[in-house]
């Protein structure tokens, strides 16, 4: 089985923190995903990498980075946490294009 | 651009009620389309699929069918457990990315 683990389940910082959260699959594919996920909304797009060092802006890339230095591992950066930043985070990897498979989830909370 | 619309939640039936969660798409071209559910605590996991017109898609006793005519993708099961309570979302795929409804919570009562 596929397996995408986050490295928290709950986060809790404050006002301009720099936030790091991890994502590592094990099924070596080459695309990962971050999505927030919000009531109402859905999940929306942050970034995805199709490569090792490579990346592309989703849907709301805006107040995040992320870095790929290693095929398995793809890290969401909160350059200064915001209040509006409170969310889930949901990692995703695929080796296609079609089916994603996801890790549990993050629950940040920024006061 | 392309866009998923789902019916709102929530949704409360009772153990063994039939069920349908309405999907409607707008797409360019012929999007491949798909269920993901969220049980509570968990990620997203794909539930199934349909890749072209007239496909059906179908796993754990739910289906859905690609009605290209009506750009729907209604998810249906005949008889609904409690252990279905959960989240559920319609999706596209519109080039390299994916394309998320809003979600439906489904509860189910004994």
């Known amino acids: 089985d596929v397996k995408v683990t986050q490295s928290s389940r709950y986060l809790v910082k404050r006002t301009g923190e720099k936030v790091f959260l991890e994502c590592v699959q094990d099924?070596?594919?080459?695309?990962m995903f971050w999505y927030r996920q919000d009531p109402g909304l859905g999940l929306r797009l942050i970034y995805f990498?199709?490569?090792?060092?490579?990346?592309e802006k989703g849907d709301i890339p805006e107040g995040y980075s992320v870095s790929r230095e290693k095929k398995e591992r793809f890290s969401l950066i909160l350059e200064s946490a915001s209040t509006n930043q409170t969310s889930m985070y949901l990692c995703a990897s695929s080796e296609g294009i079609e089916t994603q498979y996801f890790g549990p989830g993050t629950r940040l909370l920024v006061l | 651009g392309d866009s998923v619309t789902q019916m709102e939640g929530p949704v409360t039936l009772s153990e063994e009620a039939f069920l349908t969660i309405n999907c409607t798409y707008t797409a360019t071209g012929y999007p491949s389309l798909f269920w993901y559910v969220q049980y509570p605590g968990e990620g997203l996991q794909l539930l199934l699929k349909?890749?072209?017109?007239?496909d059906k898609g179908s796993n754990k006793g739910f289906e859905a069918t690609y009605r290209k005519e009506t750009t729907s993708f209604h998810l249906e099961k005949g008889s609904v457990q409690v252990s279905d309570s959960a989240v559920y979302f319609c999706a596209l795929r519109y080039a390299s990315k994916i394309i998320f409804g809003s979600g439906t919570r489904l509860s189910i009562r004994p």
């Open positions: 099924m070596d594919h080459e695309n």
């Open positions: 990498s199709y490569d090792v060092k490579m990346k």
């Open positions: 349909a890749t072209k017109a007239d």
